[in-house]
């Protein structure tokens, strides 16, 4: 392994709430390392809609339909466990990720883990082992919510959400089992170029929130048809170039903030050992 811990990088994509665009943020994640070569290994804890798992597998037929090369992870798709009584089905999730995460280690350099849109005992394991935590939260003050409650004149912090105790649990388990840190950032996700004020007022709230829960709070991305009309396809606005699909403009500003946010994340470079090879055995 090329990473100087022997293992990989662990990115969760969280949030207690649905329809936030974790799965999409994760594809264009995903589909951003692959192209610097990275090996990546996907883990879709989203068991009910398996949208990420979803999003690949079309990207398989679709690569397949129109011979075309793209990169695809290998995905697992870990269902909690419902067997027993309350113990036991901690138990069993507990055993059966950390028996796959271990094994992912071995040969990736990104481990690439998208939770369910709900708490659940995998999730809080999946937190708990994050090097990278992202929330991609809509623009709007419910959405806030999901972090802390505020008060609505100072966005002075009242109460932490549920979440945000869950994160700082994780962040405890995190130091006393390896010592490790939690990098947590809080992206806005379908951002409207239209609605100005509201703009402002949660840029401002997300600011004054990030140093007093402890995040770093980056801008994320626009609202834009084109993140919808991809899935299908399984495609990423990283792919153009391998895709016959027309580029315009909408696209390459699209594209920019998809730079944009994987920069923001700041992510550990890892040094290649050997190149990887693509989907058809080609070797990049
Ligand atoms: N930036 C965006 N602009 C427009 N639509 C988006 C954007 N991000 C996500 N969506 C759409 O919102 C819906 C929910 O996104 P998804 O990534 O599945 O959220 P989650 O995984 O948090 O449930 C999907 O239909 C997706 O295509
Ligand atoms: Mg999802």
């Given at each position: 392994m090329p990473n100087k811990k022997n293992k990989a990088h662990i990115i969760v994509v969280g949030n207690e709430?649905?329809?936030?665009?974790k799965s999409t943020t994760a594809m264009h994640i995903v589909v951003s390392l692959m192209k610097k070569n990275y090996s990546v290994s996907v883990v879709d804890?989203?068991?009910?809609?398996k949208s990420l798992a979803r999003y690949l597998e079309n990207r398989l037929n679709y690569a397949n339909a129109h011979d075309l090369t793209l990169s695809i992870p290998d995905v697992y798709i870990l269902s909690r466990s419902m067997e027993g009584d309350v113990d036991n089905m901690m138990f069993e999730d507990t055993k059966n990720f950390s028996e796959l995460i271990e094994e992912l280690?071995?040969?990736?350099?990104f481990i690439l883990i998208d939770c369910p849109g709900s708490d659940s005992n995998l999730a809080r394991l999946a937190h708990s082992v994050a090097d990278t935590l992202i929330t991609p939260i809509n623009d709007s003050f419910v959405d806030l919510d999901l972090l802390a409650t505020v008060?609505?004149?100072?966005?002075?912090?009242?109460k932490l959400s549920l979440y945000s105790e869950m994160v700082w649990d994780a962040r405890k388990h995190r130091a006393m089992t390896d010592r490790g840190t939690i990098d947590w950032i809080v992206m806005r996700n379908r951002?409207?170029?239209?609605?100005a004020k509201n703009k402002r007022r949660v840029n401002s709230a997300l600011k004054e929130l990030q140093k007093r829960v402890s995040f770093r709070y980056v801008q994320g991305l626009a609202e834009r048809v084109i993140y919808r009309e991809l899935f299908p396809k399984g495609l990423?606005?990283?792919?153009f170039r391998d895709t016959d699909e027309k580029v315009t403009m909408s696209h390459i500003a699209a594209r920019q903030e998809i730079r944009r946010l994987m920069a923001d994340l700041n992510l550990p470079e890892i040094e290649k050992e050997k190149p990887q090879a693509d989907l058809k055995g080609n070797v990049a």
């Open positions: 709430k649905g329809g936030s665009g804890l989203d068991s009910r809609q280690h071995k040969d990736s350099d008060n609505p004149d100072t966005y002075k912090v009242e951002v409207s170029t239209l609605d990423t606005l990283v792919d």
